[in-house]
């Protein structure tokens, strides 16, 4: 098959609020050519804000569920929800991080789904998802061989919207934050409640507050979490709209994070950062190959010389690493839009 050029309807499927940066560019060039989008998103985290501060064509769908178990007790409602949605905007094409909903509804109703996959570690989820794809778009670092239609890149889903040639931080968000010559770090916390985390082990309450306190010794901090902060921990929230958070980043000393995505957002972004996560993703590796990033498996891994170290060391002793990293990875949105172009 062939697409036409011209007046194609594509549906983005949005699980995840990274996911509405990853596709926003891609839509948006689209669109100028004649083509017709439609994100469709559960109502996770900050989703619904980001897709009406871009001003996305959007339908929210689904609200995740809260651990594995109940995740799985709705997949029949969000299969039956999700064919409706289909099956009313009649997509020619959808992308998606190769969702259960997407590749068994593209499958049952003949539709090509293109998968955009980072994460090694789901093989679980791959194995339902994966023999429905069409095509699968994995960064070059990606560990695992899939078999079937595969492409590599050199980028990743963070260079779609944090690449150079595409993101310019706004000083003006340090006004907004209320900083002048202040340092400060930005920390993210995860809820551990994906899929994919079964293995995943997030830190509790008062090490989460053991670490803030620690980068209170030393400098300002603002906290981002997919659930709720202890007491403590709520005079530091991040407080300006989640569209703001990568500007934030770019100007902060570094970044702590639970999540993989908001580690490498932050090297992206230009800002080392030091991820607390067991899994040893493939854009992680790749990341840390540059020395633009740090990985402990959790904050049990770490003491307080390793965080003395990290917080006192200048910003600008990695900034010959990121540099090089950023210098050495392509803007992936290009890379989507070429590929649709030449679809056959």
């Not at 794809?133 to 899939?146: I, P």
């Amino acid at each position: 098959m062939t697409f036409r050029l011209y007046d194609l309807r594509l549906l983005f499927d949005i699980c995840h609020p990274a996911e509405v940066h990853h596709f926003r560019h891609l839509y948006r060039s689209l669109k100028k050519r004649g083509w017709t989008g439609l994100f469709a998103a559960r109502d996770k985290d900050v989703t619904r804000q980001l897709l009406a501060a871009y001003d996305l064509p959007a339908v929210i769908w689904s609200e995740p569920g809260q651990s594995v178990l109940k995740k799985i007790a709705g997949i029949p409602r969000d299969l039956y929800e999700f064919y409706h949605i289909v099956r009313t905007f009649k997509p020619d094409v959808m992308l998606s991080t190769a969702s259960l909903h997407s590749s068994w509804i593209g499958g049952l109703l003949n539709i090509p789904h293109i998968a955009c996959l980072d994460t090694e570690h789901r093989v679980g989820l791959d194995r339902l998802t994966l023999p429905f794809v069409t095509v699968k778009l994995v960064s070059n670092s990606y560990q695992r061989r899939l078999g079937g239609r595969t492409l590599r890149y050199n980028g990743t889903h963070e260079s779609a919207y944090l690449h150079p040639d595409r993101f310019q931080a706004d000083l003006g968000v340090l006004k907004e934050l209320g900083v002048k010559d202040q340092d400060y770090v930005m920390v993210r916390f995860v809820a551990w409640n994906a899929f994919h985390d079964h293995r995943g082990d997030g830190m509790t309450d008062r090490q989460r507050i053991d670490l803030v306190s620690l980068i209170l010794n030393h400098k300002k901090v603002f906290v981002c979490a997919e659930n709720d902060l202890p007491a403590d921990l709520q005079p530091y929230r991040f407080p300006l709209p989640p569209h703001r958070f990568h500007h934030a980043l770019a100007f902060a000393q570094s970044c702590i994070s639970e999540g993989a995505t908001t580690a490498a957002e932050a090297v992206w972004a230009g800002t080392p950062a030091v991820l607390l996560n067991p899994f040893e993703l493939g854009y992680i590796q790749d990341a840390k190959h540059y020395g633009a990033l740090v990985q402990k498996k959790a904050f049990t891994d770490t003491n307080p010389d390793f965080w003395e170290n990290w917080l006192i060391r200048s910003k600008s002793g990695y900034r010959h690493a990121i540099q090089t990293y950023r210098r050495d990875h392509i803007d992936s949105t290009l890379f989507m839009e070429r590929y649709l172009l030449s679809y056959e």
